[in-house]
Each structure stands twice: as structure tokens, then as C-alpha cells.
């Protein structure tokens, strides 16, 4: 059996999760490491940045074995308004994103800190905004949920992906250990 659990980052709404308790009666504990900024949040921002998503696994990992904890990361991302973030932002795919991205006038930029690169682009005057999720952020996700030798990896949601996303964090296991 597996439960899955909001990252408890100390907000009341995760205080119905017990870690602790779920982990001894379950066969798994999977990890919704998404909704960083969620739709209707009022300020905007990533869906899962490396930072956040690293926080809430090892918050977890201080209650629950690694040989049941499971990370889920997300196979989408956010489209928000600049005008009004909380009233205007929707879920939309990896392949939805890039289309954004290839706009005229986009702007594409990464940001280190949250390891995720930021694309900026106006529509009907308005600007937008979308922190990616690509093969280079959850390649990163996925060597960080390695090097806590956890369970496993989940997806949310199958479809929601780009063709260079498996290969890409096929790519990064594989060859995590080489120094060059």
C-alpha cells in the first residue's frame, strides 16, 4: 500500500499528514514534490524548484526510511500572469511550454538558484510567466533524489512530457558517478 503526502513545509494544511505514523503502516510514502506555487496562489512562481524539492525530501527522509520513500516530480509547469497571478495562471505541458518558449519575443533565461530556467513572453499585451520544468531541471531533481538513495521516482502527470525528458534523466543516472 502506498500513501501519497503534500510536502510538510509548515503550512496548517499539512498538518493532517503524520509522517512518521504513515510511513510505519505503509509499504511507501510517495512524495507530491510539486505545487510549490499552486494555481490561485496569490504570488508567482515555480512548480517545483530544485531548492523547495529538496527541502520537502529531506523533511520527509527525517521520519520515513529511504526504502520507502518515493519522490514524485512533476511532468508540467504553470503559465502565469504578471497582472494578477492568483486569478490568472493555469497548468500546462513540458511540449505546451516549449511552444511558449519559441515565441516571438520570448525570453529565456536560467536561474541557478532554483536550478529551472524562467521564460518571460507577452500575450495580449500582458506579460507571462513559466518556470520550466525540462530535461535539465528534473535531471537535477532525479541525481538529488539519488544521492538520498530513496525508493524510487514517480511522475505526475504521464503525457505531460517532452520525447528528451527520459533520455535525459536516463543520461543523468547513468552517468552520475563520471568525473570529467
Known sequence: ???????????????????????AVSDYMVLMGYEEHWNGDPQAGSVASLPWVERALDTMLAEVVRAKTILALPLYTRDWSS????????DITLAEQGTR?????SVR????????YVIGYNS?????YIWAEDSRSLSAKVMMSGER??????????????????????NASRFESYIF
Open 101 to 105: 518558449a519559441r515565441a516571438s519575443g
Open 149 to 170: 538513495n530513496i525508493a524510487g521516482l514517480a511522475y505526475w502527470y504521464m503525457g505531460g512530457e517532452t520525447a528528451d525528458v527520459w533520455n535525459a534523466i536516463s
Open 1 to 23: 500500500m502506498s500513501v501519497d503526502v503534500s510536502p510538510d513545509l509548515g503550512t496548517d494544511w499539512t498538518d493532517a499528514f503524520d509522517y512518521a505514523q504513515l510511513g
Open 83 to 90: 497582472a494578477n497571478p492568483a486569478a490568472s495562471s493555469w
Open 109 to 116: 533565461r536560467w536561474d541557478a538558484d532554483l536550478v529551472q
Open 124 to 128: 495580449n499585451g500582458t506579460p507571462r
